[in-house]
């Protein structure tokens, strides 16, 4: 005779296809509290994961509702500082990839924040590479340039606050200023314990801009086109 107790513990008699993890073999029934866990964490599974679209009209509704609009003309983009106006033909390359709005405001806002500033980086390298030409042209050649550059330096290390000869040195125009000062038979230099009085209202008014931190440190445009024209006022071409 068969014990009873062997049969109950015999993994033999657990039906043919149920996992071990559901089979009880100590009473031979199946584990239908574990079953009924591992149900319920598969259809959490299920419900949480995303359909991919199978044809267009499904498509269309699932980008409507993950916020993409049904045309890229519908983007409500704001660019910061009005630096730049949105570019119809990226938004529709956006719209194609299936961007939405917040995605799309995302992209402009990284334009602004990393492109913006390399550009204008090398917009300010360019320029002062023109500004170099102009000086290499008007001293008649580079070795002219570098001699007069080195003269002009040395003046202006020993007569002028350092953040005014930084400023002066950045512009075509202020080079210019500064060069005519150092050929000038009683140079007037800027400095604060050797500053001579300024013989006109003029040339203190241009001294006061030169030290404002708008030309030397922010290089404001406006204000440097300003103190540009007080160049040309008081020390001409």
């Not at 993890?21 to 079953?35: C, H, M, S, T």
Request: include cysteine.
């Amino acid at each position: 005779m068969t014990d009873d107790k062997n049969l109950l513990t015999d993994d033999t008699s657990k039906p043919e296809g149920i996992p071990d993890k559901f089979w009880d073999a100590e009473v031979g029934e199946i584990r239908v509290d574990a079953l009924i866990k591992s149900y319920t964490e598969l259809e959490k599974k299920m419900a949480s994961s995303v359909p991919t679209p199978t044809d267009d009209e499904t498509r269309e509704r699932f980008l409507r509702a993950a916020g993409v609009p049904a045309s890229p003309d519908e983007y409500q983009v704001s660019v910061r500082d009005n630096m730049f106006d949105p570019d119809p033909e990226l938004n529709a390359r956006l719209h194609a990839k299936g961007f939405n709005a917040e995605q799309v405001q995302e992209v402009y806002d990284l334009a602004v924040d990393q492109m913006i500033p390399m550009i204008m980086g090398m917009a300010a390298e360019f320029q002062a590479d023109r500004e170099i030409e102009r000086l290499i042209e008007h001293f008649g050649g580079k070795d002219q340039w570098q001699e007069a550059s080195r003269q002009m330096l040395t003046f202006g290390q020993k007569n002028l606050p350092a953040e005014v000869l930084e400023g002066m040195s950045s512009s075509y125009e202020g080079i210019m200023a500064l060069y005519k000062m150092m050929q000038s038979d009683e140079p007037q230099t800027l400095g604060a314990t050797k500053c001579k009085s300024m013989s006109s209202n003029a040339e203190k008014d241009l001294q006061s801009m030169m030290k404002d931190p708008k030309y030397w440190r922010d290089k404001d445009p406006a204000f440097i086109a300003k103190v540009t024209d007080g160049f040309q006022s008081v020390y001409g071409e």
